[in-house]
């Protein structure tokens, strides 16, 4: 008889269980209000529940994060981080951040703004020179995802970016390079440095720095031309440097 009232009260507990979730699922739990904290002046309120696509009514249960975040992040490709929190028992709470660009790719004929991180922005008409400019084979272009770089070019660019950012040279407006070998940097918007290949990056940038205060010391602090590192590899210690309009090498026809 134990035995009996047991197995009762274990299928009735089963039972109320299978009926609470289903009503979680169907009945209770559905969302009544959602909020947004971070919306700026580009997109407003409205649009990012739109791209999150809620609705009130929908069920938080139900609900997918991770989707909702994806989908706002690239339907709206500004914010560069989206997160949905649900707040039991009915509200949707959005909490979104919004980016700046900070650098220019060119891809064909086509300019795209592009936030630290390389996330794609937009596409735009005119170079912006307050951006970093950046020339280098690319695979795909989207708006709102991430430029798509080949396994080789990205190592280049990488190892580019990491000794750059060591180095002292601090204003680099534009990084161009077809292949590995023909490595190409502008300074200030009007020092073209000829490096060549990454080998021995770190003593090219770092000699870079130090032509550079010598030529400034000699010609001026607005002095234009090239510098040509290429050739600081097997304890070589050459440069050169030639003085010559920026417009000689206009990064956004020729490089």
Same mark, same amino acid.
Not at 147 to 169: M, P, R, V
Not at 174 to 198: C, P, Q, W
């Given at each position: 008889?134990?035995? @009996?009232?047991?197995? +009762?009260?274990?299928?009735?507990? +089963?039972?109320?269980?299978?009926?609470?979730?289903?009503?979680?699922?169907?009945?209770?739990?559905?969302?009544?209000?959602?909020?947004?904290?971070?919306?700026?002046?580009?997109?407003?309120?409205?649009?990012?529940?739109?791209?999150?696509?809620?609705?009130?009514?929908? /069920?938080?249960?139900?609900?997918?994060?991770?989707?909702?975040?994806?989908?706002?992040?690239?339907?709206?490709?500004? $914010?560069?981080?989206?997160?949905?929190?649900?707040?039991?028992?009915?509200?949707?709470?959005?909490?979104?951040?919004?980016?700046?660009?900070?650098? %220019?790719?060119?891809v064909g004929k086509d300019m795209y703004a592009l936030c630290k991180g390389e996330k794609v922005l937009e596409t735009i008409d005119e170079y912006i020179s307050s951006y970093t400019y950046y020339d280098i084979p690319v695979?795909?272009?989207?708006?709102?995802?991430?430029?798509? $770089?080949?396994?080789?070019?990205?190592?280049?660019? #990488?190892?580019?970016?990491?000794?750059?950012?060591?180095?002292?040279?601090? /204003?680099?407006?534009?990084? @161009?390079?077809? /292949?590995?070998?023909?490595?190409?940097?502008?300074?200030?918007?009007?020092?073209?440095?000829?490096?060549?290949?990454?080998?021995?990056?770190?003593?090219?940038?770092?000699?870079?720095?130090?032509? +550079?205060?010598? !030529?400034? @010391?000699?010609?001026?602090?607005?002095?234009?031309?090239?510098?040509?590192?290429?050739?600081? !590899?097997? #304890? /070589?210690?050459?440069?050169?440097?030639?003085?010559?309009? %920026?417009?000689?090498?206009?990064?956004?026809?020729?490089?």
């Amino acid at each position: 008889k134990n035995g @009996s009232n047991i197995l +009762i009260y274990a299928f009735l507990t +089963i039972t109320l269980i299978s009926v609470m979730v289903v009503l979680s699922l169907t009945v209770f739990f559905k969302a009544s209000e959602i909020t947004v904290v971070g919306a700026g002046e580009r997109y407003s309120k409205s649009d990012i529940i739109s791209a999150a696509g809620l609705n009130v009514g929908d /069920n938080l249960f139900l609900t997918d994060s991770d989707d909702v975040e994806r989908s706002i992040e690239k339907k709206l490709p500004y $914010i560069i981080d989206a997160q949905l929190s649900k707040k039991f028992p009915s509200t949707f709470k959005l909490t979104v951040k919004e980016t700046e660009p900070d650098r %220019i790719y060119s891809v064909g004929k086509d300019m795209y703004a592009l936030c630290k991180g390389e996330k794609v922005l937009e596409t735009i008409d005119e170079y912006i020179s307050s951006y970093t400019y950046y020339d280098i084979p690319v695979k795909e272009v989207k708006a709102g995802e991430n430029i798509a $770089i080949d396994n080789e070019i990205s190592e280049i660019y #990488n190892e580019l970016e990491k000794a750059i950012s060591e180095s002292k040279l601090n /204003n680099i407006t534009a990084i @161009s390079f077809k /292949n590995k070998v023909d490595i190409k940097l502008i300074f200030d918007n009007r020092l073209l440095l000829e490096i060549g290949t990454t080998e021995n990056i770190k003593e090219k940038l770092a000699t870079a720095s130090e032509v +550079i205060d010598r !030529v400034m @010391s000699k010609h001026g602090d607005e002095v234009e031309g090239s510098i040509n590192l290429k050739y600081l !590899v097997d #304890n /070589n210690t050459e440069t050169y440097f030639t003085q010559e309009s %920026i417009l000689d090498f206009d990064i956004t026809e020729e490089m």
